[in-house]
């Protein structure tokens, strides 16, 4: 059965400051991790990630796996009060459905 | 439409009554995915359509949770005689791409389910 760890689980910083995300998984015939961001209710998409070592990039937003450790981590620069929300990290292994397998997700709180 | 849609946004019901949600997935989206959030926990994959018909049931908990999907686009899920650890937020999410991807799926604003 594919699972996802997500660390931590919950972090409160100031604004402006640096925060890693991590999460780490087990998958049967890995094929990508995606990472979503979770305000409400609609978990936003991110960033997808299918090859190591290749970092992706949205703003202050960032992201990198890293097949070898089975992990991958979400960067966020010069942290905002908007950033608070639930980080959500899935995996999709190569059966027919591709459905997304989630970690429980690392909530993070911005204060000012 | 825009982006995928989904109702009723809140759900209040009694223990033992059925319910229906629905989902309207991005036009063109052949892809349909339905997943569940209870309290606490990660989201919970449930069923997965390919247009209409769905290979992929594994993630229903019992044989009271039932879904279908017609003319390729919106889908509904059905759950009968409901308990109240049913109570969560139910996701729809849809994809342009068909398996086995990779891909991105977008997901709806979700159903709040509370069974008292």
């Known amino acids: 059965e594919d699972k996802v760890v997500q660390s931590p689980l919950s972090l409160v910083v100031h604004e402006g400051d640096t925060v890693t995300l991590n999460c780490s998984y087990e998958?049967?015939?890995?094929?990508?991790l995606l990472w979503y961001k979770q305000e409400k209710k609609a978990p936003t998409f991110l960033f997808m990630l299918?090859?190591?070592?290749i970092e992706k990039k949205s703003g202050r937003l960032s992201s990198i796996l890293d097949k070898k450790e089975l992990s991958s981590i979400l960067n966020i620069t010069a942290t905002q009060t908007g950033d608070s929300a639930i980080y959500l990290c899935?995996?999709?292994?190569?059966?027919?459905?591709?459905?997304?397998?989630f970690g429980t997700g690392t909530r993070l709180q911005v204060t000012l | 439409g825009a982006g995928v849609s989904q109702s009723p946004s809140n759900k209040v019901t009694e223990k033992g009554k059925d319910v229906e949600l629905r989902c309207d997935p991005i036009?063109?989206?052949?892809?349909l995915y339905w997943y569940r959030q209870s309290l606490g926990q990660g989201l919970e994959f449930l069923i997965y359509?390919?247009?209409?018909?769905?290979?992929?049931k594994s993630g229903l908990p019992s044989d009271r949770f039932s879904a279908e999907r017609t003319g390729g686009s919106v889908s509904t899920l059905t759950i009968q005689r409901t308990q109240q650890e049913d109570s969560a937020v139910y996701l729809c999410?849809?994809?342009?791409?068909?398996?086995?991807?990779?891909?991105?799926?977008?997901f709806g604003p979700g159903t709040r389910l509370t069974v008292l």
């Open positions: 999410a849809s994809s342009l791409r068909t398996p086995p991807g990779p891909y991105e799926q977008f």
């Open positions: 998958v049967t015939n890995f094929r990508s």
């Open positions: 299918t090859s190591s070592g």
């Open positions: 899935a995996v999709v292994n190569t059966g027919t459905a591709s459905k997304l397998t």
């Open positions: 036009s063109g989206h052949t892809a």
């Open positions: 359509f390919q247009g209409n018909s769905a290979p992929d």
